[in-house]
Nanobody, 121 residues
Framework: QVQLVETGGGTVQAGGSLRLSCAAS????????MGWYRQTPGKQRELVAS???????NYAISVKGRFTISRDNAKNTVYLQMNNLKPEDTAVYYC???????????????WGQGTQVTVSS
């Protein structure tokens, strides 16, 4: 199995910053794309940002220019630097990774347990 553990959530005032981290562990042959999603009660989980294994990034329009996704392949870790946070960024943030456990395994998608981010006005 592949485990994803998120850290770095919390409460911050509007305009502040937070940095989320997500470390992947377990039996991993290859980590492919990794990303961050968020979800609020009653709404579908939405993509915040993603990054390919080669470093190509993709952002939701609502966070472009404020959030930065990066990864450290040596540490199997993905980060999300969130600046100029707004109350509407309040959500549970989930880490996501596509991975192969063996060279012959099919790619599977794994999820972290989620970390709460609360932005007060």
């Amino acid at each position: 199995q592949v485990q994803l553990v998120e850290t770095g959530g919390g409460t911050v005032q509007a305009g502040g910053s937070l940095r989320l981290s997500c470390a992947a562990s377990g039996t991993i042959f290859r980590l492919n794309a990794m990303g961050w999603y968020r979800q609020t009660p009653g709404k579908q989980r939405e993509l915040v940002a993603s990054i390919s294994s080669s470093g190509n990034t993709n952002y939701a329009i609502s966070v472009k220019g404020r959030f930065t996704i990066s990864r450290d392949n040596a540490k199997n870790t993905v980060y999300l630097q969130m600046n100029n946070l707004k109350p509407e960024d309040t959500a549970v943030y989930y880490c996501n990774a596509d991975a192969n456990q063996r060279y012959y395994s099919t790619t599977r998608t794994y999820w972290g347990q989620g970390t709460q981010v609360t932005v007060s006005s």
